[in-house]
């Protein structure tokens, strides 16, 4: 185990709704990163939170939006959901950059 | 939990023999390098990295290969066994330090 630790496991939404995923990182670590990752693909970085402040995004939209919290757990939110959302949401923490990632078991969102 | 690796390429390999898993990398910036296997429903585990300053290292029953002529990155695991059925993904971290980039994944099924 990592000791990253993400909730919900499952969810299922509806288009349009709004949703937040939950991740506590390891003990120690002030860095998070959020991916999807897609049936059949590899993880895709949404972004990064280092110390409460972005620290990095890839190619997603606005809608996607983030916050990391003092004791550097973490939220990923998401508007509007499309169906195209649905994936497994995984997070992983580390120290600084450059340094091994510690992934959560993911959280599994179904958009209907 | 579903399946990561529906409509990955395959690499069947008899119990006890040695499996090869390649991967190219498209960053010639990048400079660090980690493989990571990740079984259904879990999210992808940690098992060894590289720098780009070595070309080889090795850990318990696996060998990272290095490549950086020809970006290409090979794990080796040595007698392979019934608990390493799993997907295997390659990733990278550009000088920016704080996003992995996950290539498209192997699945390793091994048989009895």
């Known amino acids: 185990e990592t000791g990253v630790t993400q909730s919900p496991t499952h969810l299922i939404k509806t288009r349009g709704q709004q949703v937040t995923l939950r991740c506590s990182s390891q003990?120690?670590?002030?860095?998070v990163s959020w991916y999807q990752q897609a049936l059949g693909q590899g993880p895709q970085f949404i972004f990064q939170?280092?110390?409460?402040?972005?620290?990095g995004r890839g190619n997603f939209p606005p809608r996607f939006s983030g916050l990391q919290f003092p004791n550097y757990s973490s939220e990923l939110n998401v508007n509007a959901l499309e169906l195209d959302d649905s994936a497994l949401y995984l997070c992983?923490?580390?120290?600084?950059?450059?340094?091994?990632?510690?992934f959560g078991p993911g959280t599994r969102l179904t958009v209907l | 939990g579903e399946s990561v690796g529906l409509h990955l390429p395959t690499l069947s390999v008899q119990e006890g023999d040695n499996s090869i898993i390649n991967c190219a990398y498209s960053?010639?910036?990048?400079?660090?390098f980690i493989w990571y296997k990740q079984e259904s429903g879990k999210g992808p585990q940690f098992i060894i990295d590289?720098?780009?300053?070595?070309d080889k290292r090795q850990g318990q029953r696996v060998t990272v290969l290095l490549n950086k002529t020809v970006k290409h990155l090979s794990l080796q695991i040595a007698a392979t066994q019934p608990g390493d059925s799993a997907v295997y993904f390659c990733?990278?971290?550009?000088?920016?330090?704080?996003?992995?980039?996950f290539g498209g994944g192997t699945r390793v099924l091994v048989k009895p």
């Open positions: 992983a923490s580390t120290q600084g950059a450059n340094n091994e990632q510690f």
């Open positions: 939170y280092y110390r409460e402040e972005e620290n």
């Open positions: 960053n010639s910036a990048s400079d660090y």
């Open positions: 990733a990278e971290i550009g000088a920016a330090g704080n996003k992995l980039t």
């Open positions: 590289i720098r780009s300053n070595m």
């Open positions: 003990s120690g670590h002030n860095t």
